[in-house]
């Protein structure tokens, strides 16, 4: 069964970094495209951020671009996505997504992909 989970989500002071984990289960990563998205109350979804595993290609919103990197870990088939210098508008619950049928290198393409497996989200609440 193919899964994704995320964690790693929790309160964290403006300013402060934290890292989420996308575990996949029941496939190898190798070879996906995954994505991270986020969704803030009242808001539409917003894509973050992007890595192609097979070639390495990222792709990052100018939101987050300069703070936040998607470091992975081929031996634990997990992909991270490590946020630093946090605001409150980075509050949301964050997503990720794998689908195989793309590959990079990309461009903002990439957050308009129809991913096709999801993780449950987790909740990143950025306040003092």
């Known amino acids: 069964q193919v899964q994704l989970v995320e964690s790693g989500g929790g309160l964290v002071q403006p300013g402060g970094s934290l890292r989420l984990s996308c575990a996949a289960s029941g496939f190898s990563l190798d070879y996906y495209v995954i994505g991270w998205f986020r969704q803030a109350p009242g808001k539409e979804r917003e894509g973050v951020s992007c890595?192609?595993?097979?070639?390495?290609?990222?792709y990052y919103a100018d939101s987050v671009k300069g703070r936040f990197t998607i470091p992975r870990d081929n031996a634990k088939n997990t992909v991270y996505l490590q946020m630093n210098s946090l605001t409150p508008e980075d509050t949301a619950v964050h997503y990720c997504?794998?689908?195989?049928?793309?590959?990079?290198?990309?461009?903002?393409?990439?957050?308009?992909?129809?991913?096709?497996?999801w993780g449950q989200g987790t909740q990143v609440t950025v306040s003092s």
């Open positions: 997504a794998a689908d195989a049928r793309f590959s990079g290198p990309f461009g903002s393409s990439c957050l308009g992909y129809a991913y096709v497996s």
């Open positions: 890595i192609s595993i097979g070639d390495g290609s990222t």
